[in-house]
C-alpha cells in the first residue's frame, strides 16, 4: 500500500514576487481526456493513429485545448474520432499523472509531464458500433479487443491506464489514481490479481430452460454459488497473460455419477468452496465440443447453489497453482465473464432463484472482493 502524500511533503514555500512571477514559476503540464468504450461482450474499443511513428494503438479522445473542461474535450474527440454525436460519459474511470522522465513519453519532444483523464464512455450496442464513422486523415481503423490483447497494441504505460479504468468499471469502486502507471492508493482486487474479461464464442448461445435431451453429453457443469448477502463466488485462473474469471465447476468426468457431483468436486478444488442444494438453471448448446477434443454437440449445464462455508485458499489440483476468489454480485459476474446479454439474463435469473429457494437477498452494488486466505465461515 502506498503512503498518501501531503502537500508539506513537495511543496516548496512560495517566494516573494509580482503576480506574474508566480505564475510564470507554476508547473505546467499536458492535459489529455480519454472515453473507455466497450461492445456487448467487453472488448475495449482502440483506434489506430495515422500519425504515430510507433504504430501504437490509443483509446478514443485527444489533447485538453486551452480552456477547455476534460470531459468537453472527450466528448469533442468522440464526436469527432467515431462520429456518435450523443454519447454520454458516465463518470471518471482514472486519473493519471505521468512524469517527464517516464520512458514512454515522446523521445525527441520537450515533454513536461501529462496528466489524463479517463471517462466512462459504456457499452455501445450492435447499432452505434455499425454507425462508427472514422476521419482517415488522422484515424486508419478501430478494433474491438479483449483486454490482454488490447494491452499489447497500447503502450505500456497506456494499457495499465486502460486497465486500472477499465476495472473501476468492473469493479464498482472508485476513480482509480495513478501515477505513472501505477495506483498511488490501496490497489483494489481485480488490479492485484491481473484480472481480465475475455471474449467467449459462445456468450450469445440462448440458455435452455428444459431437461437436457437424452442425445446430449453434459460436458460442463458451472454455477452461481451464492453467498448470505446475495453475491456470488467467482474464481480466477492465473496465468502469464492475466487471470480469467469463471463460475466455480468444470467439465463432467466419467467419474463422476452427475454433473452436480461434478459441480461439488470443482468448487471444493478449485475455490475451497463448499456447496448445499444445487439446481438446474438450463443448458447451452455447444455444437462441436471443440474444446472437448471436438466430441460433437454437448450440452454446458447452468446451476445455482448456496454456499455454507468457503475454507482456506489452497492449491487446484488440476493446475498446480491457486486461483483468486472473487465476490461479486451476480451482475458483475456477468460483466467479468463476458457473456453479454444473455448472460445478463443469466445472472438474473439466478439471482430470483436464490432469493425464491434460499430467501437470499438481491446483492446491493459493492466494490469486489477477494476471499481472505483464511477463508470464510458462513453457516
Not at 77 to 90: C, K, M, P, R
Not at 251 to 257: L, Q, S
Not at 265 to 290: I, N, S
Amino acid at each position: 500500500m502506498t503512503t498518501p502524500v501531503s502537500r508539506s511533503d513537495h511543496v516548496a514555500p512560495r517566494a516573494a514576487g509580482s503576480a506574474g512571477q508566480q505564475a510564470a514559476s507554476r508547473h505546467a503540464v499536458w492535459v489529455g481526456a480519454a472515453a473507455l468504450v466497450t461492445d456487448q461482450v467487453g472488448r475495449v474499443l482502440l483506434v489506430h493513429p495515422t500519425y504515430r511513428e510507433d504504430d501504437r494503438w490509443l483509446l478514443p479522445g485527444g489533447v485538453v485545448e486551452p480552456g477547455e473542461h476534460p470531459h468537453v474535450t472527450c466528448r469533442r474527440e468522440i464526436t469527432e474520432e467515431l462520429g456518435l454525436a450523443n454519447l454520454l460519459l458516465s463518470g471518471v474511470l482514472a486519473v493519471h499523472s505521468l512524469s517527464p522522465q517516464h520512458p514512454d513519453g515522446q523521445p525527441g519532444t520537450p515533454f513536461p509531464g501529462e496528466i489524463r483523464f479517463v471517462f466512462d464512455g459504456g457499452t455501445l450496442t450492435p447499432d452505434q458500433v455499425e454507425a462508427i464513422r472514422l476521419p482517415r486523415e488522422e484515424l486508419s481503423e478501430f478494433a474491438f479487443l479483449e483486454t490482454r490483447d488490447a494491452v499489447q497494441r497500447l503502450r505500456p504505460v497506456d494499457g495499465q491506464i486502460m486497465l486500472a479504468a477499465y476495472r473501476a468499471r468492473l469493479g464498482n469502486t472508485a476513480t482509480a489514481h495513478l501515477a505513472d502507471g501505477r495506483h498511488i492508493l490501496d490497489v483494489p482486487a481485480l488490479d492485484r490479481n491481473d484480472v481480465h474479461v475475455r471474449y467467449r464464442p459462445l456468450w450469445d448461445s440462448p440458455l435452455n430452460r428444459g431437461p437436457v435431451p437424452e442425445r446430449l453429453p453434459v460436458q460442463q457443469a458451472w454455477a452461481w454459488c451464492f453467498v448470505p448477502d446475495g453475491r456470488v463466488v467467482l474464481v480466477a485462473d492465473p496465468g502469464p497473460r492475466g487471470a480469467l474469471p469463471m463460475l466455480p465447476g468444470g467439465t463432467v468426468e466419467k467419474t463422476d455419477p452427475t454433473p452436480e457431483d461434478t459441480l461439488h468436486r470443482e468448487a471444493a478444488e478449485e475455490a475451497q468452496v463448499t456447496l448445499t442444494d444445487p439446481v438446474r438453471l438450463g443448458w447451452v448448446l455447444d455444437e462441436t465440443g471443440e474444446v472437448y477434443g471436438s466430441v460433437g454437440p454437448n450440452a454446458r449445464l447452468r446451476l445455482a447453489a448456496r454456499v455454507t462455508d468457503i475454507g482456506p485458499a489452497a492449491v487446484d489440483p488440476a493446475t498446480g497453482r491457486p486461483f483468486a476468489r472473487l465476490l461479486a454480485t451476480p451482475a458483475q459476474a456477468a460483466a467479468l465473464l463476458g457473456w453479454g446479454p444473455p448472460g445478463a439474463r443469466q445472472a438474473l435469473l439466478a439471482a430470483e432463484t436464490a432469493l425464491k429457494r434460499w430467501g437470499l437477498p438481491t446483492a446491493r452494488p459493492a466494490a469486489i472482493e477477494e476471499v481472505p486466505a483464511e477463508g470464510m465461515r458462513l453457516s
